[in-house]
Nanobody, 126 residues
Framework: QVQLVESGGGLVQAGGSLRLSCAAS????????TGWFRQAPGKEREFVAA???????YYADSVKGRFTISRDSAKTTVYLQMNSLKPEDTAVYYC????????????????????WGQGTQVTVSS
């Protein structure tokens, strides 16, 4: 069982930055991949970024070059650094985890993640 707790959301102006954190409660992310997804009002939850246990990263085209996923050296917290934010980035952001195995596309597929956090709101004003 993996319990995930997100933090770091908030209100920011367009062009600004935020860093989201996802902490694994009571354990490390050992042998797990972690992903970030987001859901805007009236839209489906979509993939944002993911990192495998081995450190491979994946990004949605819409955030490439602006967002960076990373992990602390203790392997207990995963971050999503979001720069050059746009109003269309406004959404509830969710952290998720799954065993770090399988095909590459597994990491971008929300249906293949087993554990989810409660979400954190990010609002970007124009």
């Amino acid at each position: 069982q993996v319990q995930l707790v997100e933090s770091g959301g908030g209100l920011v102006q367009a062009g600004g930055s935020l860093r989201l954190s996802c902490a694994a409660s009571g354990r490390t992310f050992s042998n797990y991949a972690t992903g970030w997804f987001r859901q805007a009002p009236g839209k489906e939850r979509e993939f944002v970024a993911a990192m495998t246990w081995g450190g491979n990263t994946y990004y949605a085209d819409s955030v490439k070059g602006r967002f960076t996923i990373s992990r602390d050296s203790a392997k207990t917290t995963v971050y999503l650094q979001m720069n050059s934010l746009k109003p269309e980035d406004t959404a509830v952001y969710y952290c998720a985890a799954r065993p770090s195995s399988g095909l590459s596309y597994y990491y971008t597929d929300r249906g293949r993640y087993d554990y989810w956090g409660q979400g954190t709101q990010v609002t970007v004003s124009s």
